[in-house]
């Protein structure tokens, strides 16, 4: 990732000091900063809106369902957003009363240069969090508890499979920034890796996570002490994003090489996310049950 990040620094002209200081550099250039006022704020959360609204306008051509209801775009409440992420997706209320929505945090807007927000937006969002709950929110015939996101390695793993397709679906293209952005991103899955075992089983310091984090990732001080603050209340947590993810890229790769001419990317993900929340095992049973269903030339049942 490392390695990656630094030749797309370098073709855009950033070479001089580590990764990690390039990317902090860029983070507070003000070409990709807005105001940090009310109307820099609003442009913020316009600007969420509009990647969404992109994103949103694609997902036909990838899925066969949808969610019924648009996403929402709002703000963190100001009595929550010190110790909130950058974002975070709340779903929707069971009897549709509320929509799901994307919170964005604008404690400062400082905290969010511009070529960071696609691959937020993509996680939390669409085809992110909000397509995986909403879907299942709308399943027919589950128990309750199969439509909520209990499981972190499928829910947090489905998020990074979702910004790891949006660059597959060409949407980084032309962004060079925006690509370092999903980069970042990645580069933030892996070291988190490293702050959680530290933390729980090598006997780190909570100082010593956040230093170890800020200097390989290039973050801020202030979002990387939320981040790592959650990892002390969660052990393990930060491990089942990449977990998760892999295991979904392993499947759909195995599906594609098992099935050739025959594999659908819709089909995929109709196997994945409308069968409710389920661990990874049984997930990877159900896949081999449409592969083999697939192969033969019938429908599996979800």
Same mark, same amino acid.
């Given at each position: 990732?490392?390695?990656?990040?630094?030749?797309?620094?370098?073709?855009?002209?950033?070479?001089?000091?580590?990764?990690?200081?390039?990317?902090?550099?860029?983070?507070?250039?003000?070409?990709?900063?807005?105001?940090?006022?009310?109307?820099?704020?609003?442009?913020?959360?316009?600007?969420?809106?509009?990647?969404?609204?992109?994103?949103?306008?694609?997902?036909?051509?990838?899925?066969?369902?949808?969610?019924?209801?648009?996403?929402? +775009? *709002?703000? &963190?409440?100001?009595?929550? $957003?010190?110790?909130? =992420?950058?974002?975070?997706?709340?779903? %929707?209320?069971?009897? @549709?009363?509320?929509?799901?929505?994307?919170?964005?945090?604008?404690?400062?807007?400082?905290?969010?240069?511009?070529?960071?927000?696609?691959?937020?937006?993509?996680?939390?969002?669409?085809?992110?969090?909000?397509?995986?709950?909403?879907?299942?929110?709308?399943?027919?015939?589950?128990?309750?508890?199969?439509?909520?996101?209990?499981?972190?390695?499928?829910?947090?793993?489905?998020?990074?499979?979702?910004?790891?397709?949006?660059?597959?679906?060409?949407?980084?293209?032309?962004?060079?920034?925006?690509?370092?952005?999903?980069?970042?991103?990645?580069?933030?899955?892996?070291?988190?890796?490293?702050?959680?075992?530290?933390?729980?089983?090598?006997?780190?310091?909570?100082?010593?996570?956040?230093?170890?984090?800020?200097?390989?990732?290039?973050?801020? +001080? *202030?979002? &990387?002490?939320?981040?790592? $603050?959650?990892?002390? =209340?969660?052990?393990?947590?930060?491990? %089942?994003?990449?977990? @998760?993810?892999?295991?979904?890229?392993?499947?759909?790769?195995?599906?594609?090489?098992?099935?050739?001419?025959?594999?659908?990317?819709?089909?995929?993900?109709?196997?994945?996310?409308?069968?409710?929340?389920?661990?990874?095992?049984?997930?990877?049973?159900?896949?081999?049950?449409?592969?083999?269903?697939?192969?033969?030339?019938?429908?599996?049942?979800?």
């Amino acid at each position: 990732i490392d390695a990656e990040m630094d030749a797309l620094l370098d073709s855009q002209g950033l070479t001089e000091g580590t990764v990690a200081e390039r990317m902090a550099a860029l983070a507070t250039d003000p070409r990709f900063l807005l105001p940090n006022t009310d109307e820099g704020r609003a442009e913020l959360l316009a600007k969420y809106n509009a990647i969404l609204d992109d994103m949103n306008a694609r997902m036909p051509e990838y899925f066969r369902t949808l969610p019924p209801r648009k996403l929402a +775009v *709002e703000r &963190v409440p100001v009595s929550a $957003e010190k110790g909130s =992420a950058k974002a975070y997706y709340s779903p %929707a209320a069971m009897d @549709g009363s509320r929509a799901g929505t994307f919170y964005a945090n604008l404690r400062d807007t400082g905290e969010t240069p511009t070529w960071g927000m696609k691959t937020l937006a993509y996680h939390e969002g669409i085809p992110g969090h909000h397509f995986q709950i909403a879907t299942a929110q709308g399943l027919k015939g589950l128990p309750l508890i199969r439509q909520q996101p209990i499981y972190s390695a499928y829910s947090e793993g489905w998020a990074l499979y979702a910004e790891r397709l949006a660059a597959e679906i060409g949407l980084y293209e032309d962004d060079p920034f925006g690509d370092l952005g999903r980069l970042q991103a990645e580069m933030f899955r892996a070291v988190r890796l490293v702050a959680d075992t530290g933390l729980h089983a090598k006997g780190w310091t909570r100082e010593q996570a956040i230093d170890y984090m800020v200097q390989t990732t290039g973050m801020n +001080v *202030e979002e &990387v002490t939320s981040e790592v $603050e959650r990892y002390m =209340a969660l052990p393990g947590q930060a491990c %089942a994003y990449k977990v @998760g993810q892999l295991k979904i890229l392993e499947l759909r790769d195995r599906a594609r090489a098992e099935l050739g001419d025959k594999f659908d990317l819709k089909g995929f993900h109709t196997v994945v996310l409308e069968n409710g929340a389920v661990p990874l095992t049984v997930l990877e049973r159900l896949v081999d049950e449409w592969v083999a269903a697939t192969a033969a030339g019938r429908s599996s049942a979800s």
